[in-house]
């Protein structure tokens, strides 16, 4: 016999608004991700990532201090080297936008762009948990016949994977910039390093807003969760593979590789070629080392294909969309 | 939370919970709903028809699970398609096919299903609980629904349709792969939610038993039209006529004494005598009875009313025009 009174209780408490609601679908397809070993380790290596950019960061700040323990530690090792590094820091510390700005945005473009391949790993690892399960488990009519409509559904799945996303790539890139410039020796570095965060934030939201949208595209194509993972999978390794063909017979056909088109969107933004030149200008090492890099390689630096690069995101964004449309119905 | 219901039955209680003008919906070239007019008021109802005869269209078109192809739909008084969520919110539906989230337990789903109703998280997670014990489940509600037996998952189902404590509640073959035991149970406490809570229950079945049982109004359909739609009282007031008598002894005396009045009478397997007197009322009947000087130990009158409507009214829509 129950303790309790098992009889059904009328509620007549005060419901939530819309986007608790919203939320609720977000945080509980997020908490569904990660109960997947491999995306908890996955999230895991990002942090480390970071981890590991901060303290690349912490040591490029110490070159800028003339007696400080890197600089010693270098003289420990070769008093030439540490003559060497002496002159680089007196060189630096007249071109705060080359030694600051200049390297930062080359390694966040570089970290970024890493972060960018394991996120990209992980959405796929994501992709059963976004709309394909409840595609296969009919929960698709649950969320229909609750108090929420299509478009919050899909807004809550579309932030499980801005959320995922932000776990393995924006929260990292973040936290490297925030915690590299903390330990720099001079306040200034933030000041200095604003245009790589500028730069870092507005490939990082452009493309994570297009992945999640591709995602779910992709997430919502089969009812099988094998089918919709591998499918992700092999347009990314596929579409990667096609790129260096592509490149000398249809080099429009590039655009079809996701990852090509974001590598290029990254270019455009970070402008590379430009930080390069200033350095190139104004440091003559820099001048040296730059000489050496093939021509072709700077054309691509200074000029990639970023129209391109957009229309073809453009198109992919359009296409999961309209599968998402077709697909996500309760019956 | 209180423990008194809702005053359904005196707030608005002439007004049509279901209202309908014209509601048709199309697949390709098959007509699955035809032009459906109803108005229906509160209590428990009963949807029945053959199967693919359109009564699983209905109640999803009424949730906004299928787009109406033309006509209209009201919902506990608002437009279906204009004010879907609010009118979800107050609205429970039961699928007929499982529909649980793969890897969530029990009692995390029902929560889940409460919050997506925009219940905050503490109390959903008591109402979750809450409404698991009224559907009798156990400790089985900490394991994951994938792995549950038919007759959970068919507990399950109930319990998330009504964790926030809808006005009404579309139920749709509920009681499907259920053994003897499980369908007289789940059938039992969706006869007390309208009749102990006021919850307004639609229940979809092609089990003349559990409508008959639960059920207070009757709407058949067939072939995407409605055929019938009265109270049950009123179906078997019109098909009065026959009954069913249940006597110790005497059984010979009474069929001797209908062969000389020319009422047709059949002895059932159960030890019934069905006996058609084509009255209206019982009184011939008692009368005899009265007459033979037997005691009968039960009468059931029109046992089999709701069946023979039903297929009296499949015979009529299949008749060619």
């Known amino acids: 016999m129950p303790l309790h009174d098992t009889g059904y209780q009328h509620w007549q408490g005060v419901h939530c608004g819309l986007w608790r609601r919203r939320w609720t679908i977000a945080s509980n397809g997020l908490t569904a991700c990660l109960q997947n070993k491999g995306l908890r380790y996955l999230a895991g290596l990002c942090w480390a990532a970071a981890l590991a950019m901060t303290a690349l960061l912490f040591l490029l700040g110490q070159l800028l201090v003339a007696d400080s323990i890197v600089v010693q530690w270098i003289g420990n090792l070769s008093p030439d080297l540490q003559g060497f590094a002496r002159t680089f820091t007196t060189w630096l510390e007249q071109h705060p936008e080359v030694s600051v700005r200049t390297t930062q945005d080359v390694l966040f473009f570089y970290f970024g762009l890493g972060l960018l391949r394991l996120s990209i790993f992980a959405l796929g690892m994501a992709i059963p948990f976004l709309i394909t399960r409840d595609l296969g488990s009919n929960a698709i009519i649950i969320y229909a016949s609750k108090a929420v409509s299509r478009g919050d559904y899909l807004l809550g799945k579309f932030c499980t994977a801005l959320g995922l996303m932000t776990l393995t790539w924006l929260g990292p890139v973040c936290a490297a910039w925030l915690l590299g410039n903390l330990l720099a020796p001079d306040w200034r570095f933030f000041w200095h390093a604003r245009v790589p965060l500028f730069h870092a934030l507005l490939f990082g939201l452009g493309s994570l807003a297009f992945l999640s949208l591709l995602a779910l595209g992709v997430s919502a194509v089969a009812a099988k969760e094998k089918s919709t993972a591998a499918l992700w999978f092999s347009w990314w390794v596929l579409g990667g593979m096609m790129v260096p063909i592509a490149a000398h017979t249809n080099p429009w056909l590039r655009h079809a590789s996701f990852n090509f088109n974001l590598d290029q969107l990254a270019l455009g933004i970070f402008r590379l070629g430009d930080d390069l030149k200033i350095a190139q200008e104004n440091i003559p090492i820099f001048g040296m080392m730059l000489g050496n890099v093939p021509r072709h390689t700077m054309a691509a630096l200074n000029s990639p294909p970023v129209w391109g690069a957009a229309l073809g995101l453009l198109l992919m964004a359009a296409l999961a969309a309209l599968v998402v449309r077709k697909r996500v119905k309760p019956e | ?321």
């Open chain 2, 1 to 321: 939370m209180s423990g008194q219901p809702p005053n359904h039955h005196d707030a608005a209680a002439s007004a049509p919970v279901i209202a309908t003008q014209d509601l048709t919906k199309v697949f390709g070239s098959q007509r699955a709903l035809d032009g459906v007019n109803l108005r229906v008021g509160r209590g428990a109802i009963g949807l029945l028809g053959p199967n693919g005869a359109g009564k699983s269209t209905f109640m999803k078109c009424l949730l906004q699970l299928q787009p109406i192809t033309s006509g209209s739909a009201q919902l506990l008084g608002r437009e279906v398609g204009r004010e879907g969520r609010e009118i979800r919110k107050r609205v429970g539906y039961t699928p007929e096919q499982d529909c649980h989230i793969p890897g969530m337990a029990g009692c995390e789903y029902v929560t889940y299903c409460a919050q997506l109703c925009g219940l905050p998280f503490q109390a959903a997670r008591q109402r979750a609980h809450e409404m698991l014990d009224f559907v009798g489940m156990g400790q089985e509600r900490y394991r994951k629904a994938d792995t549950y037996s038919t007759g959970m998952k068919q507990r399950l189902k109930l319990a998330q349709a009504m964790v926030h404590d809808p006005e009404i509640i579309f139920l749709d073959e509920p009681t499907n792969g259920l053994d003897p035991k499980g369908q007289a149970q789940i059938l039992e406490l969706i006869q007390s939610l309208w009749r102990a809570y006021g919850i307004t229950v639609v229940l979809s079945s092609h089990l003349l038993h559990d409508v008959d049982r639960i059920c207070e109004q009757i709407i058949i359909i067939a072939r995407g039209r409605v055929l019938v739609h009265d109270t049950l009282d009123n179906l078997k007031a019109r098909r009065r006529g026959a009954a069913e008598v249940v006597l110790a002894d005497g059984q010979d005396h009474l069929e001797a004494a209908c062969r000389r009045r020319q009422w047709p009478c059949q002895l059932l397997p159960n030890g019934h005598l069905k006996i058609e007197h084509n009255s209206a009322s019982l009184n011939p009947l008692l009368n005899l009875l009265h007459e033979l000087k037997l005691a009968p130990l039960e009468i059931i009158p029109s046992p089999n009313a709701l069946e023979e409507t039903f297929v009296q009214a499949l015979e009529i829509s299949h008749a060619p025009a």
